[in-house]
């Protein structure tokens, strides 16, 4: 049967003590089983069962020194967290849990859900887990995504170069969240990571980085007006292709400090604009060109 009890003490843990059971702190696990709200026994009919919709509307009521029932048998799930909990797992659902033992994030799946938002995952076995820790150490898995590790070389987006940098994760969180030598002092959450942040590709991966696709045709001798004084433009005694541009900027025998500049074609006897992976929009601004278009070039 239920018997009346108050709650004398409550933990941050969600833990409680009870006057009927004096000195001992009772565990979530447990309180599930053999707590309820007060209230409840008025609607559990004379069977004292409690109706699976009442246990709904009370699992959501916080725990504190007040009036409760307590019994052996029923179940009735503890209501520790505010009334706005919510459940975003359902039994079954893939997940990934950051484990602070071995400080990584495990593959597990949803195992039991209360109504109150707790749940069990099956790499913690009998824990239930409240919805606030959740949101620290829990992720549905479609929205896992890749943890960069403190010291690890990455490459950052810059909008204002227009590229991406090369920087290091100086700090992590188990979060995800990091802190990147570029953006001392600022935490980027995991969302904007997915657009800005990349694991530094090796040499190979990255390919070189003056192509012929990242050209723009210009005009022909006597249009210099467009473009002389706003970027560099190559010596015509050093170098009248194209091709041969390319391979020199990419072997370093020239040097690009704006990522872009102009070279003279004398087999198609015009001129180009060259640029660097992700300086097409600066090049672009600086000659103050409208919507170029590529031009594909020859062999």
Sequence with gaps: TWIDAVVEQVQASG???VSCKPGYWMPLA????????????????????VPTNEAAKSS?????????????????????EPKDAVAKYKVGDQA?????????????????????GELQISCKPDYW?????????????????????????????????????????????PSGEVQLACKPGYWMPLSEQAEKVRAKPSSAEEGPEWIEENSLRLGKIGDEATFLGR???LDLKLV???HTALERLNGGEL????????????????YYLLYRKGRKEEAVRRLDLEAPTVDRIAP
């Design 96 to 116: 990934m849990y950051y484990s602070k033992t071995q400080k990584r994030w495990v593959e597990c799946y949803v195992v039991d859900v209360a109504p109150s």
């Design 60 to 80: 959501t009521a916080p725990i504190s020194s007040a009036k409760a029932s307590t019994a052996a048998g029923e179940k009735s799930p503890t209501a520790s």
């Design 255 to 270: 040097k690009c400090p704006d990522g872009f500049c102009v070279v003279y074609s004398a087999s198609s006897m015009r």
């Design 231 to 233: 970027v560099q433009v």
């Design 15 to 17: 833990e409680v003590q």
């Design 30 to 49: 447990e309180q599930r089983e053999k707590l309820r709200p007060a209230g409840a026994s008025s609607s559990s009919g004379s069977s004292g069962k």
């Design 240 to 242: 009248s292709s194209v």
């Design 129 to 173: 887990m409240s919805p606030s820790e959740q949101k620290e150490v829990l992720q549905p898995a479609q929205r896992a995504q890749r943890h960069f590790q403190v010291g690890e070389a990455v490459q950052y987006f810059s909008a204002s170069q227009g590229n991406w940098m090369d920087t290091v994760v100086e700090q992590a969180k």
